[in-house]
Structure formats: structure tokens, C-alpha cells
């Protein structure tokens, strides 16, 4: 994967900030041990012969009655219609997830050291920086990493032959955070999306169930809170947060590493 100079500094900078606190990783592939199996799949044709075959692996899967005998009903069905395929293995490629964050355990995050960003390192999470204007196609890819790790999390949790409540789910598996400069609210009308009630402006939650948060940089308060999420702006929005850091006291803890990183990835 080609980065640009600003998914390196951000990358960089995250792992900076964040690295104290826990494991951070960037750019590692998941893979499943676990092939995934899609259960039937029908691609309606007007043309019989026209039909898309899934690519994949057909197995004999052992099923419970009633789910055979609804796929044996939905197959004699459409079959004169279009190709059916039942109990297909899909191949999985590896993911790579942007930077995942896991908070080291009985460490609190400083309230006043890293404001909103500490806020958000309380919990397991994926985070995924954008430096453009954020587009639906983004989304989707950003939520596609977190529920492929989702799907990871439950299948060890199934391997343990333990059942975990909603409750439960919302308070261990990994949040997402999506960061970008800005973007449209349009984009978000498909997602149902709603300010976050608990969080400041710019930053918008998707249905509870996605345990996703999306940021508009250029929405958030202009305060100290947010000066570690806004320096991933762009244009005039990040120049006031370096300058911001700049003004920041020398004893200040990430002053010099953060200018030296905005330094060597000429970010400005």
C-alpha cells in the first residue's frame, strides 16, 4: 500500500502519543484460521446463461432441518431464474488495519496530557486517519477492518464456548474511529449517524451495534482538548494547532517529538 507524507505523520504521531499508554500496531494483516462460509447467494438474470458464479468452494455443510429445507426450497425456487450456489467457502485476502490501539491495563490516561485523544484511548480501538475529504467508499473501508476484527473476537470467544450478552459486546470489542479533515454530512445520511450526546462538537457516533465514531476535524472546539486530533486537519485547520504547540511549554511532554515528526514529514 502506497502511503502519502501525511499517512505517515499520522500513523507516526498516533503511535507517539498513544505508544505510552499501550501496544499500538500499524499496517498488519488479519487473516481468519476459520474458513468463512456464506450460506446461499442468488444473483437474479434476465438471461439465464449470464449468470455470475460466486467464486468459492462449494462443501457439504451439516445443517439443522429447517435450514436445509429452506435452502432446498429457495434453490428449486429461483433455480430457473439464475445460478444458485449453496454453502460456499468465500477465500478471505488479509486486511490491513491502519493502527490498532490496545490500552496497557491499571495505566490512567492523564485528563490533562492528551485531552479528547486520551478520551479515546480508554478502550481497545481501531483508528483510521484520512487526509482528505472523507467519502462514503472510506467509511466502509474503515468499518470493514473493525468487523473483520470483530469477527476474530467472537470466534475466540466461540471457541471458548462462552456466550457474551449486548451489554457485554459493547463494553469489549474494539471501537473504530474514523478521522478526517471534514466532509459532507450528506455522506452520513445512509449510516443514520448522531452527535455524539457525551462528546464535543464534529464528532458523530453510527448505530450503537457498528461501535463507530466519526470525526469532522474541522467541526471540533478550538481548545486544548482537542489539540491532538485537530493537528490531523489540513490547511488552515492545522496551522492553528501547530501553532498551538508551539506556544506549549518546553516541560511539555510531546511539544518537541510532535514538531520534530511535523519536521521530518514536512507537514505544515
Known amino acids: 500500500m502506497i502511503e502519502t507524507n501525511f499517512d505517515t505523520f499520522a500513523k507516526d504521531f ?28 442468488f444473483r437474479p438474470s434476465s438471461v439465464p446463461e449470464s449468470y455470475t458464479e460466486l467464486e468459492g468452494y ?13 435452502q432446498d426450497v429457495l434453490e428449486n425456487v429461483l433455480s430457473p431464474f439464475g445460478r444458485v450456489q449453496t454453502n460456499v467457502e468465500i477465500p478471505m485476502e488479509p486486511i490491513l488495519i491502519d493502527l490498532w490501539f490496545s490500552p496497557a491495563k491499571d495505566l490512567e490516561v492523564p485528563k490533562n496530557v492528551l485531552g ?3 478520551r479515546i484511548a480508554k478502550t481497545e480501538c481501531v483508528i483510521v486517519p484520512y487526509d482528505w475529504q472523507l467519502t462514503s ?5 474503515s468499518m470493514l477492518q473493525m468487523l473483520r476484527l470483530q469477527s476474530n473476537f467472537l470466534r475466540l470467544t466461540n471457541q471458548e464456548e462462552r456466550k457474551i450478552s449486548d451489554i457485554e459486546r459493547h463494553r469489549i470489542y474494539p471501537r473504530l474511529w474514523v478521522i ?38 474541522s467541526k471540533l472546539p478550538q481548545n486544548p482538548k482537542t489539540i491532538w486530533l485537530r493537528i490531523l486537519g489540513d490547511g488552515e485547520v492545522r496551522k ?13 511532554p510531546h511539544r518537541d517529538s510532535v514538531l520534530e515528526l511535523l519536521t521530518k514529514w514536512k507537514i505544515s
Not at 503511535?15 to 468463512?36: A, C, H, I, W, Y
Not at 450528506?186 to 458523530?204: E, F, N, R
Not at 492553528?240 to 511539555?252: S, T
Open 14 to 41: 498516533l503511535k507517539m502519543m498513544l505508544s505510552p499508554l499501550g501496544e499500538v500496531r500499524t499496517n498488519f494483516e488479519v487473516s481468519e484460521d476459520k474458513p468463512q462460509y456464506v450460506s446461499m447467494m
Open 58 to 70: 462449494s462443501h457439504k455443510k451439516e445443517l439443522k432441518p429447517e435450514d436445509a429445507f429452506s
Open 116 to 118: 479528547m485523544l486520551g
Open 137 to 141: 467508499e472510506d467509511i466502509l473501508d
Open 180 to 217: 478526517a479533515p471534514s466532509f459532507d454530512d450528506d455522506i452520513l445520511d445512509d449510516y443514520a449517524p448522531d452527535k455524539a450526546k457525551t462528546w464535543s462538537d464534529g464528532v458523530y457516533s453510527l448505530a450503537p451495534a457498528f461501535l463507530t465514531k466519526i470525526i469532522d476535524v
Open 240 to 252: 492553528q494547532p501547530i501553532a498551538e504547540v508551539l506556544a506549549l511549554p518546553h516541560k511539555n
